[in-house]
């Protein structure tokens, strides 16, 4: 399966080419909805719902999949019910079709929701923009005001494909089944807000159409993630990797103490840390596995550089003028691979990062680093910070829902994983010490940064908490 992102306008030209060619749209309509019967049947199996499955449909052919996915859900011995906003004679002719085939397989119609079961969004497709109105807008405000799950067949109806704008009524899905690619606007704007967990099925179209579409970045999958070198048994706490951390201050040592237990808790053999401004009593909160030095000496980090393989510099050091001195030193000085995070980034204003840096900014201090004064879309910023990587070969972890990691000269990378739960105080600290472990074992720039921020998601998405602490996730690495 190709990870790869595109425009809904994208898609739908290639489709188009694939059907100008001799493609058959029935067979597509037919592959994609056994597809997205059996995603609907693994959901509700997963979260033991019960087997009774609304269709709101629509006029078109994302209707049709509705009707078409739920005759292959009656073949699995679910109760299936329809529910077509607009007669049939107005549907396009696949829909039309397969509105008769649901009925004769002994689906049935309705013109209201369940009260059990799960809702199918199947109204529009990836093609609409502009506003909902009259029954669309109506349903849709039903669907959201429901308390059972809803999956949306391509994208949630409402949602702009391209862009991510949304409608003042756009369907909230849990879940997606994206057909043939991800679209970009999932990622866009408010449209991350609206697709609920992500999944891709294929529906049929020749990979040669998908290799020359114009792609807008690419899908992080779990096949995608490096490996980490593996260990011999002469291996020594050296041997697999140093990490220098600059990080912690008088007033946030729990930046330090995050990080530094997240970076061993990564593998990393041994952890050098040293605070600025010193940590006083927060050095009680520091792991004892890790060897801490306050006030340091420029001299004290170039004997520690021996020993190590990696450095980290930012979290929680504050912007004090003494601080801003020793961090420019720090990166000028010590030739390591380097994570530079938090208030380290503020100090890139006047001096360009080392070359082969990763960066990890979330989307305020990114706008900070690229000198945006103005509100500029999603896109755009991407757009300035894939820039900025090219200019100074760096790798930037741009940080938010979703990530995004951008190297020199290639395409983002999202990341459509992790929780909202995972937006909590010290939660960056813990993927910069994951990252600045990852670089120590010899992972490259971006391999370090890619299998850190899936890693640092996963984690996340199995803390089984209602709400979650940044020190929740170090248990999960």
């Known amino acids: 399966m190709s990870p790869i992102v595109i425009t809904a306008k994208e898609m739908a030209r290639i489709e188009k080419k694939s059907i100008d060619e001799g493609a058959d749209p029935a067979a597509y309509m037919n592959e994609a ?20 499955v609304l269709m709101i449909i629509g006029v078109g052919n994302n209707g049709g999949d509705g009707f078409n996915s739920g005759e292959y859900l009656l073949d699995k011995g679910y109760e299936v019910l329809a529910w077509p906003l607009f007669p049939k004679e107005e ?9 008769e085939e649901f009925l004769a397989k ?72 994206a057909l043939g690619a991800y679209k970009w606007g999932y990622f866009l704007s408010h449209g991350y807000d609206m697709v609920g967990k992500l999944v891709k099925v294929e529906f049929g179209l020749d990979p040669r159409y998908m290799d020359g579409a114009e792609k807008q970045a690419l899908c992080f999958e779990p096949e995608m993630a490096p490996t980490i070198p593996p260990r011999p048994k002469s291996a020594h706490k050296y041997s697999v990797g140093g990490v220098i951390a600059c990080a912690g201050s008088l007033e946030m040592s729990g930046a330090a103490a995050l990080s530094t237990r997240a970076a061993l808790q990564m593998g990393v053999g041994i952890c050098f840390h040293f605070a600025f401004d010193g940590i006083g009593v927060g050095l009680a909160r520091m792991p004892v596995e890790v060897i801490t030095k306050e006030r340091p000496t420029m001299d004290d980090l170039v004997q520690a550089a021996k020993k190590a393989k990696a450095l980290y510099i930012g979290p929680g050091i504050g912007r004090e003028p003494a601080t801003r001195e020793m961090t420019l030193r720090v990166l000028k000085e010590i030739y390591l691979p380097c994570v530079i995070d938090a208030d ?9 990062p080392p070359k082969g840096a990763i960066l990890t900014p979330h989307e305020g201090e990114l706008k900070q680093l690229l000198k945006i004064e103005e509100k500029v879309d999603k896109q755009t910023l991407l757009q300035q910070a894939q820039s900025y990587a090219d200019r100074h070969q760096v790798v930037i972890v741009a940080k938010g829902g979703p990530t995004f990691v951008l190297k020199p000269n290639a395409l983002p990378t999202l990341f459509p994983y992790g929780t ?13 010490g994951i990252i600045a472990s990852l670089l120590a074992q010899g992972l490259d720039p971006f391999d370090a940064a890619t ?20 020190s929740d996730l170090i248990d999960f690495i």
């Open 91 to 99: 549907c396009s002719p696949l829909n039309q079709r397969h509105q």
């Open 451 to 470: 299998l850190a921020v899936y890693t640092h998601a996963k984690a996340g998405e199995r803390v089984n908490k209602k709400t979650i602490l940044a």
């Open 106 to 177: 002994g689906g049935r119609l309705v013109d209201h929701l369940i009260d059990d079961g799960v809702l199918v969004d199947a109204i529009l497709g990836t093609g609409f923009h502009g506003e909902t109105e009259g029954v669309i807008k109506e349903a849709i405000d039903q669907i959201n005001a429901s308390p059972l799950p809803t999956i949306a067949i391509d994208i949630p109806s409402g949602l702009n494909g391209n862009d991510g704008t949304v409608a003042p009524s756009t369907v909230r899905a849990d879940l997606t089944i």
């Open 33 to 52: 909805s056994a597809n997205i019967a059996q995603v609907i049947d693994e959901y509700i199996q997963t979260n033991q719902l019960p087997k009774r």
């Open 420 to 432: 909202p739960k995972m937006a909590t105080a010290g939660s960056g600290d813990v993927l910069t």
């Open 344 to 352: 380290a980034l503020s100090f890139l204003d006047q001096t360009p």
